[in-house]
């Protein structure tokens, strides 16, 4: 293995595990958070809750995204970051600045559309959150570009554990559904002052870096961006709109908030890639960076078998977690799991194309879903409910992923492993088998979901998936670590 090579991929792995582990903090704070609500709001009260934060959730994520890739990339490749972080810092406080003026403004009119006149107030309030959470996650950005991976992820960790906190104290204290949603707003403000205790961009200084720069290649980013965050959350909104009631939105949303796992690899591994991809191919190296590209599709094939895992479980799952109520939900998780895998792999290819200078590609590439599955949505759910709207998502998710891979394809003729997709289609199948038929009772559950994602690895190993060079490579790569936290722990 490359020496360069060795150094790149330890780099991009021990920064991938670290914010994997602070993103993955989302799944059980966000299923305690949920598991509270629903018991705290009841069906109906937790779809209203579900449907607001939803829709400021693609609010948030569409103005990020925007910046995220091009701020990565400008600042990776900058000698000073400052002038860089300034800009980026007032470009994300003006436009969600205004995204908040306009939620504040069409409240009204959006209540009325999804026929629930409560959220109006809700959406008010939870507009607080856009400008806070923005300004957090560009510092944010600013950390992965730097190289300071430790210190994202403790910014990212604290503000799921503030979230958790605050969501349930405020609740306890009788303010029912204001309290979660200013729970929200308290836990951006938490993950701002962390990221401000390591890195200070300023808005008073001047910046040379200018605007336009950014703006010219975030700008399809942007529509990108646009047409994934309203593709992602549309088939929610479908359900409501189409004959749905809020009970209907709540057992959606509890599905789409266990099926969150391929997301947040994504939103770990997606970010670094770009930035190594970037640093590797601005020092001519193309064919350690096809190598890489080839590596980060692959990782998101050997992860179905988690998701068949998921599908197969997924009565288990919804039983022990929101009980016997929400049984409902299982059929929807066991399709958008798979959907959401889909994405992950859309994520990784267009950081992939947008590395490359290939920006327009990404919104060229998935421009067509949301208008395709509108249709698909208008047909199916008023048929088959909210099982058609999952069964959209997914269809047209793994319609874009094939896409975008094939775009990679014909621009550096790297496509995921052929045997690893074998690999990954047995081993799935095997998996799914023994979580159908594998019952088990409450919380026996846990054991039966631990035994059998340790058999995923295993599995791939007996089947040769490892080569020799890679099984030298991890075992080094733990070796390292463990050793760094030996000297680290003892005492001088």
Known sequence: MHPVSTKSGRHILGGTIQLFLAEALLLPTGLLTAVFLTRQFGLEGYGLYTLVATLVAWVQWSIT????????KFVGEAEDWRPVGTTVLWLHLVVSSIA????????SPVAKILGEPAIAAYLRLFALDIPVFCLAYAHRSILVGVGAFSQRAFATAGRWLARLFLIVVLVEMGL???????????????ELAI??????PSLSAKSSFPARQLWNYALPLFLFALSMRFYEKLDLFAVTILGGTATQAGLYGAAQNLSLIPSIFAVSFSPLLLSTLSRTLSTGDRDLAKSISRNAMRAVVVMLPLAAMTAGASPEIIRLLFGTKFMPSAPILSLLIFGTLALAMVSVTTAILTAAGKPNWTFALTAPLVPIASIGYLLLVPRLGHIGASLVFTLFAVTGSLATVMAVYCLWQVLPPAKTLCRSTLISGLIYALAIYWDTPDWFLLLKLLLTTLLVPLSFFLLG???????????????????????????H
Do not use: D
């Not at 029912?176 to 938490?190: D, M, T, Y």
């Not at 080094?476 to 030996?486: E, G, P, R």
């Open 65 to 72: 995204s925007v910046f995220t890739r091009a701020t990565i």
């Open 100 to 107: 908040m003026l306009l939620v504040w403004l069409f409240a």
């Open 176 to 190: 029912s559904v204001p309290g979660a949603i200013l729970g929200n707003v308290g836990a951006s403000l938490v």
């Open 195 to 200: 990221c401000r205790c390591y890195i200070r």
């Open 465 to 491: 998936e490892l080569s020799t060079n890679e099984i030298v490579f991890v075992r080094s790569f733990v070796l390292s670590n463990t050793v760094q936290k030996y000297k680290k722990s003892k005492p």
